[in-house]
């Protein structure tokens, strides 16, 4: 027990760093909602600024400056603290005004992609005037020997503890019991509402990045004795800190620096168990504490899909849909070979990387760009894949091409293994999976002694029907024939990807990505998507992963570290994730690559600029362009087609009045509800309807704001638990996912369109193809003819008007051809004359043979189109009846006007 005391108590100086950078995530995510992934480099600087300080020097990172000016004097403890807390401090302000100031606007994805680049910029400065050798400085605490339950542990450690403790306490205090607390509470909550209060929201957040700073700072310094000041070591630091902010919720800064002490402990304890219990692997056992808390606390605490109102939508541009696939491929081709036959030397060994990074880069378009994942291990899932490859060439003697076939599959398998979280996390919980998990599966495989020999991993050379292709042989490298070999395989990945996003997959993975709520109830089984997206993203990262195992002839750790992982994710984002060219735009600017090699060659700029490069282009893409370096090609190109075949969004025809008819007595009753009840904690939303909706009718749902309206809708359509009975046609619905229940022909579009903005009028409508599933789909031509479309059909989503925007979302759920069709406000934003028209179109839809279940604002429209209407008022049904006497009902009068009005109303 005494042991286990020790090395608890071992843990405290770990435990600490963890807490102090769990205290900047949280302070900062408070303010800005950012996730400040560059919080690590941040207390690095605090440190470097320090330990030079104190030995009578002051650092300038910045590039094209001495790197230091001697003082004459070494600074005290206290004075060069006080410096380097002002820097970070300045340094915070500076980080807030030049990058998030500019983006408040950008959702959270990518704000925390921005710390990415800020992170980069940072390490990489500091590698360019410090190197990678560690930097040291003397004990700053007491270092005693006290004597704590019975077992002797140096005070510097639990000194550390209390420290940080104190620090967050005193923090807590202030946000909790001053004005300025209150005023940051009050701007994180709304924006706008702290605008109409006289808050000034920018004067708010500055404050808190200058206090994240200068606790930054703190941390740093504390930190400086106890680990080597080094980029790499510190800029990871930030995962099991971004595990202890997780436990807190981002919000709360007591229970952050609490898990991050405790993960220290645990972490601690583990290394002593480690020789007791056996089976615990000898590296990674840290690392894996942290993935297994990250991914307990996300998944225990998420939801399957966003509630209403909760949608989260990545930073993320277009993705432009291939207009040919021929013609780029075979100029492509062709301009490929050229290069590999006429290049030699380190511009072959360059132009080969780029390749092989350009294919790793695709399964980002895939993950991240099409399906909106954000991973950030992409490159560890190629290490698996290498490592792989290794061990069937090597071991097994599996041949090529069946090695790395078998490799990118093993990749995939881990791939998907790697995005079951994000079954039920989303957004910025899925990038801190896959962080945590690059980090793990490094420590805990690629750089495992028990697994990887010092010395790496020997590969054995492709070999195909006598064809020597490997990258070496002798002193021939590299050769022309791998080049070749590796350029075959960006082709053929390239037309695979672009064949990708032409497919109804491929348009799914696009609406999942612009919003999950949206794709399920247009039929999409979101889970299957994305899964599907990381087993097709990991199988393309292990083929890179092959080729760069086949490349260097010997795997190691270092070539799919994590820090590189991070690097390609940004120089992925930086030349444009969403688009095939992006992809292999990324891999020519890439580690190692085209560009570099002539920064080098011309401009004279050394390797360790490029993270500093790719830093800074990160970040003014995310500002000014989120597509990426090949973004206004695209859009030049966009533009000359349009000027060669231009589409004119013609003003919506008008089909005349809609008159008011007798209502339709219907057939039997298809969708039937019973005693159906929605509570949220202790409101009661929907209580005890009864609703029959009778075939071939078109059943209006009417009531103030507030009634339960949407409520009622989403729990017919599964978005929303519920009790009491649901009915189609006969079949009880209880229980169904909402892709479900749309599969089985209950049709629903939602108050606001929802519609997938990167997407065609033609490809929005196909989306919901997927509902049909086993029923005969209507055809996407029938269904824009049906409802006026079709000389819009490849207009972008974004160009049309309102009205049309609301006929391409009722027309996406009309193409599988549902039994019922729920619409949720559709004349929503229209005027009058549009609500007119729209009315008619519903009937044709109605006449066509669809059922339909309407809510909407609009009275003219509702009594003058609808066979029978229910009114709700505070989650109950008050009044059940045709048009011509809801219209007379005083109980729907008092609801909506109130009872003294109601009376007046009646009486004329």
């Known amino acids: 027990m005494d042991q286990h005391i020790l090395f608890l108590l071992f843990g405290l100086a770990n435990g600490a760093i963890y807490a102090a950078l769990a205290l900047t995530l949280v302070v900062t995510y408070r303010s800005s909602g950012v996730i400040n992934f560059s919080s690590g480099t941040l207390a690095l600087l605090g440190a470097y600024t320090y330990a030079f300080l104190r030995r009578g020097e002051f650092l300038i990172p910045v590039p094209g400056f001495p790197k230091s000016v001697d003082l004459g004097t070494e600074l005290g403890f206290v004075p060069a603290a006080a410096i380097s807390v002002a820097i970070c401090a300045f340094t915070g302000l500076l980080i807030y005004l030049l990058v998030f100031r500019p983006l408040r606007d950008v959702p959270p994805v990518g704000k925390a992609v921005a710390s990415i680049g800020v992170m980069l910029v940072l390490s990489g400065m500091f590698t360019l005037r410090i190197g990678v050798d560690g930097v040291q400085t003397q004990p700053i605490l007491p270092v005693d020997s006290w004597k704590v339950a019975g077992v002797n542990v140096t005070s510097d450690r639990v000194w550390f503890a209390l420290i940080v403790v104190a620090i967050a306490a ?80 981002f919000d709360r800064i007591l229970p952050a620096v609490v898990a991050g002490i405790a993960i220290g402990m645990v972490q601690s304890d583990l290394t002593y168990l480690a020789g007791t219990w056996t089976w615990l692997p000898t590296s990674g056992r840290s690392e894996l504490v942290v993935l297994l808390l990250i ?157 990887v020999g010092s010395s790496g991993k020997d590969v054995t050379g492709p070999t195909l029907f006598g064809l020597d292709l490997r990258s070496r042989v002798g002193l021939d490298y590299p050769r022309v024939q791998f080049g070749l070999l590796v350029l075959t395989v960006l082709v053929l990945v390239g037309v695979a990807v672009a064949k990708l996003r032409m497919s109804r997959l491929g348009s799914q993975m696009l609406a999942v990505r612009a919003n999950e709520r949206s794709a399920a109830g247009a039929g999409v089984a979101v889970v299957r998507v994305k899964l599907i997206a990381f087993a097709i993203g990991s199988f393309i990262a292990g083929l890179g992963g092959s080729m760069l195992a086949y490349f260097q002839g010997n795997v190691t750790f270092v070539s799919f570290s994590t820090f590189i992982g991070l690097t390609l994710f940004a120089t992925a984002y930086l030349a444009g994730i969403t688009s095939i060219s992006g992809g292999v735009t990324a891999g020519l600017i890439g580690i190692g690559g085209m560009v570099p090699l002539i920064l080098n060659k011309v401009g004279g700029l050394s390797g360790e600029w490029f993270a500093v490069i790719a830093g800074l282009g990160l970040i003014l893409t995310l500002i000014g362009n989120p597509e990426g370096v090949v973004g206004p090609i695209h859009e030049r190109l966009q533009k000359r087609r349009r000027d060669k075949a231009p589409i004119t969004a013609a003003s919506e025809p008008l ?156 027309a996406r759920a009309l193409i599988g051809n549902p039994k019922v069709l729920m619409l949720d406000e559709p004349a929503g934003g229209l005027d009058s004359r549009e609500s007119q028209w729209l009315g008619v179109r519903l009937r044709k839809i109605r006449d066509s043979g669809v059922t339909i279940l309407l809510i909407d604002h609009d009275m003219h429209l509702v009594l003058n189109l609808c066979d029978d209407i229910y009114v709700l008022n505070f989650g109950e049904v008050i009044a059940h009846a045709i048009p011509s006497e809801i219209r007379a009902d005083s109980r729907v009068a008092e609801a909506y006007l109130g009872s003294a009005h109601a009376e007046q109303e009646v009486v004329s």
């Open 170 to 249: 005193a923090l807590a205090a202030a946000y909790r019991f001053t004005r300025f607390g209150l005023l940051t509470r009050a701007a994180a909550n709304t924006e706008k509402g702290a605008y109409v209060s006289g808050i000034k929201p920018d004067r708010i957040a500055a404050a808190n990045w200058m206090i994240s700073g200068a606790v930054a700072a703190l941390a740093g310094i504390l930190i400086s004795p106890i680990l080597p000041l080094t980029p790499n070591s510190f800029t990871l630091l930030i995962v099991p800190a971004l595990a202890a902010a997780v436990v807190a919720g």
């Open 295 to 451: 991914l307990f606390v996300l998944v225990a605490r998420a939801k399957p899909l966003p509630s209403r109102g909760l949608n989260l939508r990545a930073s993320l541009g277009r993705a432009p849909r291939p207009q040919s696939i021929a013609l780029p491929t075979l100029v492509s081709s062709v301009v490929g070979v050229a290069a590999i036959f006429l290049f030699s030397g380190d511009w072959l060994v360059a132009l080969i990387t780029s390749l092989i990074f350009a294919i790793i880069s695709l399964s980002l378009v895939v993950v991240t760009g099409y399906a909106g994942q954000v991973s950030f291990a992409q490159l560890t899932l190629a290490g698996v894949a290498g490592f792989s490859l290794a061990t069937l060439t090597d071991s097994w003697g599996v041949p090529f091409p069946l090695a790395p076939l078998i490799a990118a599959v093993v990749a995939s398998v881990v791939g998907v293994i790697v995005g079951l979280p994000a079954l039920r996390v989303r957004g910025l919980p899925v990038a801190i999976v896959t962080l945590a998990t690059a980090v793990a599966l490094e420590a805990f495989w690629f750089a495992n002694s028990d697994f």
């Open 655 to 810: 089909d005349g009045d809609l008159i008011a008819l007798e209502p339709v007595r219907g057939g039997e009753v298809v969708l039937e509800a019973r005693n159906l009840g929605v509570r949220y904690g202790g409101v009661v939303a929907v209580s005890g309807v009864d609703l029959d909706v009778r075939e071939g009718t078109i059943v209006g749902l009417i009531g103030p704001n507030g009634a339960g309206k949407t409520t009622l809708l989403d729990a017919l359509s599964g978005f929303t638990p519920s009790t009491g009975t649901i009915k189609l046609d006969g079949t009880d619905l209880k229980g169904q996912a909402p892709h479900q229940r749309v599969r089985n022909a209950l049709g629903r579009t939602f108050q606001h369109a929802e519609l997938y903005e990167d997407l065609s009028v033609h490809e929005n409508v196909i989306v919901g193809a997927s509902a049909a599933h086993g029923r005969t789909a209507r055809t996407v031509d029938e269904t824009l003819e049906l409802l006026g479309l079709a000389e819009v059909a490849d207009l972008p989503v974004a160009e049309l008007s309102q009205g049309r925007r609301q006929l391409v979302s009722i």
